[in-house]
C-alpha cells in the first residue's frame, strides 16, 4: 500500500515542478515549448505577489504528480479558477492520485467562492476527457488558441 | 472623418463595457453565458486589487469598441497578456479600430516586459482569424476548452 499525501506545494518543491512541467510538456508533444526560468517560476509563486498556487501528491515521500492554478478573469463569469497543469507521473497512474490533485483545487475555489474552473485538455488525450467526463465537465471544441510571442513582432 | 480616440478604460465606462460584452456574447451565440453582475465587474476592474484591465475606443465620444485582458501564468512561458475580449460594434467596423484596440493591448504586454500574449477565437469566426493572421499570430486548434460551475458539483 502506497503512502499518498496532497498538500500544498511549497518554495522548496519548485526545481520538482518544472521537471514535472517538462515531463507533462514531452506528453503534449511539445517540450520545446517550456521556456520559463526556474528563478521566473520561484518568483511568480512564492514572490511577494504570487500568481499560481499548486498542489503536490507525494508518494512515499518522492513528489510524483502535481495540479497547478491561478485565477482568471472572465467578463461572462467574473473571477474562476484556471486549472493550468494537471499530471500525474506515468507509472505511478492509476491510484487516483489525479483526481485527488482535482479535487484538491476544485475544493479551493469552492472555498473561494469562485463561480467556477476552466482548463484545456487536448483533443488527441481520450483518457484526460474521459476522466473530465465523470465530473460532467463541459467540452467545448470550437475554440482556436491564439499566441504571439513579443520577440518576433 | 470620424473622431477615434484609443484610452484607457475607467471605473464610470463600466456599464457601457458591459453592454459590449453582451454585444460579443451575443455574435459568438452564448448571450446567456453571461452571468457576471455590473458590481462584480466594476469591483474587479477598480477595487482594491484589480484583475483586469481594458482600453476603449470612442468614436465622436460614444464608446462602440473595447479590448480587455488580464495577466495570466503558464507553466511554460511565464506570466503574459491574456487577451479576454475585444470587440467593435458592426456599424463602426473597417476603419482600423480593432487594430488600433489589439495593438494598445500589445504595446502594454511589451511595455510590461511579458514574453507574449495569448487569446481564443471561435473556429467560424473566418474575420477574425484573417485579422490575426495580419500579426502572424501562432493559431493551435487542437485544444478543447473545459469548465465546471460550482454550483453544479
Redesign the interface.
Known sequence: MDNIVIRKASCEDCSRLLEL?RG??EYEK?PQ?????LS??VE?GFGENP??WAFVAEVDGLICGFS?Y??????????RI?L??IYVEPEIRGKGIGAMLFDAV?QE??NGN???????????NQPA?DF?SK???????????????????
Open positions: 512541467v507533462l510538456a511539445a515549448e517550456v521556456t520559463v526560468s521566473h517560476f511568480s500568481v499560481w497547478l491561478y485565477i482568471r478573469y472572465s467578463t461572462w463569469k467574473g473571477q484556471y493550468e497543469d476544485m475555489g469552492k469562485y463561480s467556477g474552473m476552466m482548463w484545456q485538455a487536448l483533443d488527441w476527457l473530465y465530473y460532467k465537465a463541459k467540452l467545448d471544441f470550437e475554440w482556436v488558441n491564439c499566441s504571439i510571442e513579443f520577440k518576433d513582432v
